[in-house]
């Protein structure tokens, strides 16, 4: 079992409100990475991180927004929730060092539905 | 654009029996490409990584092979038990890139 952490499991909020999906890991890694995906559909990187303080988009676009300030930690926040937002987030860490194969340890991810 | 094809349709095989997914990929040349295993509600689990240079790679009931002609992996699974059931996703990974490009995944039915 990876030693990464999602809080909340499941949210169902209305529309207009903030929200902030939490992700914590214990294996000391630099990489850390937001995906997202619907029901049936591929994984797509929306936000990764190479350390603290470090903060990139990913291949898809998203409104939302990422924190690197401690790195066992990696928020993700949405300012305005929409119904558009509804969908599964994944969040993953990696060691990053140089030289490996980049495997990635996922958490159990935070099922959001905007109401 | 990068494009990864994985089998559409869910498979369904007899306890016992193999198991072969297919992974295809197109404008792409991944330096490894790596299995996961994603059971419902959960994120993925790592299973096996190949490199480019690799023709083949074993793990207990796992196999996976890699062929950059082709730009085809297969994986399979021998011996094939129930709990073998859930959605297998391929992702090759190109050289210097961040995060991974997942194929939508192959959902494995074994049936006892």
């Known amino acids: 079992e990876a030693d990464i952490y999602q809080t909340p499991r499941y949210l169902v909020i209305g529309t207009g409100k903030k929200i902030t999906l939490e992700c914590s890991q214990t294996m000391g890694h630099d990489k850390m990475y937001w995906y997202q995906q619907d029901p049936g559909m591929e994984l797509h990187l929306i936000h990764y991180s190479y350390g603290v303080n470090s903060t990139e988009k990913g291949d898809l676009s998203s409104e939302s927004t990422v924190s690197r300030i401690r790195t066992e930690h990696f928020p993700l926040t949405l300012e305005s929730a929409r119904p558009s937002h509804t969908s599964q987030y994944l969040c993953?860490?990696?060691?990053?060092?140089?030289?490996?194969?980049?495997?990635?340890?996922f958490g159990p991810g935070t099922r959001l539905t905007v109401l | 654009s990068q494009k990864i094809e994985q089998n559409s349709e869910a498979l369904n095989i007899q306890e016992g029996k193999t198991a072969t997914l297919t992974c295809n990929y197109t404008?792409?040349?991944?330096?490894?490409l790596q299995w996961y295993r994603q059971d419902p509600g959960r994120g993925p689990v790592f299973l096996l990584l190949?490199?480019?240079?690799?023709k083949e790679k074993r793990k207990e009931r796992l196999k996976v092979t890699f062929d950059t002609t082709l730009k085809q992996s297969l994986f399979h699974i021998t011996a094939s038990q129930p709990a073998d059931s859930a959605t297998y996703l391929c992702?090759?990974?190109?050289?210097?890139?961040?995060?991974?490009?997942f194929g939508k995944g192959t959902h494995l039915i074994i049936q006892p």
């Open positions: 993953a860490s990696s060691d990053g060092l140089l030289g490996s194969y980049n495997e990635q340890f």
């Open positions: 404008n792409y040349s991944p330096a490894y």
């Open positions: 992702a090759p990974r190109g050289p210097g890139a961040d995060g991974l490009t």
């Open positions: 190949i490199r480019e240079n690799e």
